[in-house]
């Protein structure tokens, strides 16, 4: 059993491990266990003034750095290279990090798509070995920051604070004539 079973049993949350060898990528594990693509998180490593940091995003969005800056305080953030990874991480190839803060003892900064969600699927380690779990079940006993990392993330941030949208407030948009209008 990989440590990051072992860490999740000790932890007493319940996970779904999936397995898919072969796999390239941690969204062809989860496709091909058919659960959605979307669910798939990565994590990034960043160096800060302090040490490393971990970064939990959906699959396909790209970090911007400002809002990194932002949410951690520090203007002395840049991305772990593949040699830092492979020198402080070696049992896990490059993009397969899990999302465990403790475990790695790294402070995690989840971004604000990612705590909405559900449930996520993400590589324990290598991209052909994928782990499903409830995001509440994830993230309970890390410490965690949550904040917009993403453009994407920022810009639903962004409408949140102006108001509910017509599908948040269970509302549906139909065509047909106002008040004023008289019957046809």
């Given at each position: ?7 999740l ?30 669910e ?26 400002p ?17 830092d ?24 900064y ?30 309970r ?8 990392l ?35």
């Open positions: 059993m990989s440590p990051v079973m072992e860490y049993q000790g932890r007493g949350v319940p996970f779904l491990v999936l397995p898919q060898p072969g796999a390239v990528t941690v969204e062809e594990t989860a496709g091909r266990h058919g659960f959605p693509r979307d798939v998180v990565v994590t990034v490593v960043i160096t800060t003034r302090y040490g490393h940091a971990l970064l939990v995003v959906g699959s396909g969005r790209e970090v911007d750095e809002l990194v800056v932002s949410a951690l305080g520090d203007a002395d953030v840049r991305m772990a290279g593949e040699r990874l492979l020198r402080n991480y070696p049992e896990y190839e490059p993009g397969s990090l899990p999302p465990l803060g403790l475990f790695f003892q790294a402070p995690m989840v971004d604000t798509d990612v705590a909405r969600r559900d449930a996520v699927v993400f590589a324990a380690g290598r991209p052909s070995l994928g782990i499903r779990m409830l995001t509440k079940d994830l993230f006993d890390d410490p965690v920051v949550i904040a917009p993403t453009l994407e993330s920022a810009d639903d941030e962004q409408r949140r604070r102006e108001g509910l949208t017509v599908e948040e407030a269970g509302l549906a948009v139909t065509e047909g004539r106002s008040q004023d209008e008289p019957a046809g």
